[in-house]
């Protein structure tokens, strides 16, 4: 078990944390006006299915309550990124899919932030990018399982 006063433990999180307070900041910065962070991320995830998703199963892999998803779905609904409907095999649940609106408005966001993406991954060198993210895919699955 590692002790919480350990230096790597201490580091790890530090770094994480700041690691992530600052991509959120240059990302949010970099995305077209309008879009927030969480709306391109939820979009990206979507994309990237090959399946609709229940908003139970995207609460999940984002870690979010079932109100704060809601809130995402519905603005993301509203501006016709997603398609929101009833799931016919059961009609408790909802399906959700990203539309070809939402595909476009990915791509563009992905535009905006792929030039400040590119320079960091020069600024820190694509071989070391590389061999991190094996590391922070574990951490990732590691945090989902709890």
Excluded: C
């Excluded at 992530?20 to 299915?49: C, I, V, W």
């Amino acid at each position: 078990m590692v002790d919480i006063q350990d230096p790597i433990a201490a580091s790890l999180f530090s770094e994480l944390f700041m690691v992530d307070q600052l991509a959120r900041g240059k990302l949010g910065k970099a995305l077209p006006k309008g879009m927030e962070l969480s709306h391109f991320t939820m979009l990206n995830h979507l994309y990237q299915q090959t399946e609709p998703r229940t908003p139970a199963q995207l609460a999940k892999s984002f870690a979010l309550t079932r109100g704060a998803l809601t809130n995402t779905l519905s603005k993301l609904e509203w501006a016709g990124h997603i398609h929101v409907s009833p799931d016919w095999d059961d009609a408790r649940r909802k399906q959700v899919v990203i539309s070809p609106a939402g595909r476009r408005a990915r791509n563009t966001a992905l535009e905006s932030i792929t030039p400040m993406v590119m320079e960091l991954i020069e600024r820190v060198g694509s071989d070391r990018i590389r061999d991190a993210l094996p590391v922070l895919r574990d951490l990732r699955r590691s945090l989902l399982e709890d």
